[in-house]
């Protein structure tokens, strides 16, 4: 789509006026940057954790099966709701940042203690790599969601792929 809009410019206007155009937008792009720069918060710990579990697993996956769909159950106060899923969305950021291209929170209807975060990947070994990008900044947002939990035992974590 791009090629023919630039070929239409150069057409109707001719190649060097196109060029031009080209370069004020990259200048305009540069001038950018420098005005709004990123901003990053410089606290960050961003050494590697590892925290997450090895998956367990009875059959071991190929590693471009997929996608895989990860489901996580919660058990939450329903009072602590809405702070459980401020932070669960600040985790759901750090999984698509990480390789998801997909995730939520449900809630259900008939337990309103009950949460299910879902998030899917592409493939095993790209959930496998979630694994080794997590770092120690994002433990604090796990950590979290974490504490929220009710019980004895960690969240349940299942393990789905896609059936070919």
């Keep these: 789509m791009q090629k023919r809009f630039v070929g ?33 918060d410089e606290d960050l710990d961003l050494t590697p954790s590892a925290h997450w579990p090895e998956p367990k ?46 995730w939520n929170l449900f809630r259900d209807t008939d337990s309103p203690s009950r949460f299910i975060e879902t998030f899917i990947v592409d493939s095993w070994a790209e959930h496998l790599r979630q694994h080794s990008r997590l770092t120690r900044a994002d433990r604090i947002i796990d950590d979290l969601v974490q504490s929220f939990h009710l019980g004895d035992s960690a969240p349940k974590i299942s393990h789905l792929i896609a059936e070919s």
Excluded: H, M
């Excluded at 006026?17 to 940057?33: D, N, P, Q």
């Excluded at 471009?64 to 159950?73: A, D, F, H, N, S």
């Design 8 to 40: 239409w410019i150069a057409s109707r206007a001719g190649v060097s006026f196109t060029l031009l155009i080209a370069a004020v937008g990259l200048v305009l792009g540069l001038a950018t940057g420098i005005r709004f720069k990123l901003r990053c």
């Design 57 to 102: 697993v009875q059959l071991q996956p190929e590693a471009l099966t997929g996608p895989v769909l990860v489901r996580i159950e919660y058990k939450i106060d329903p009072k602590d709701a809405r702070n459980f899923t401020e932070a669960a969305r600040a985790s759901g950021e750090i999984k698509r940042r990480d390789g998801a291209f997909y």
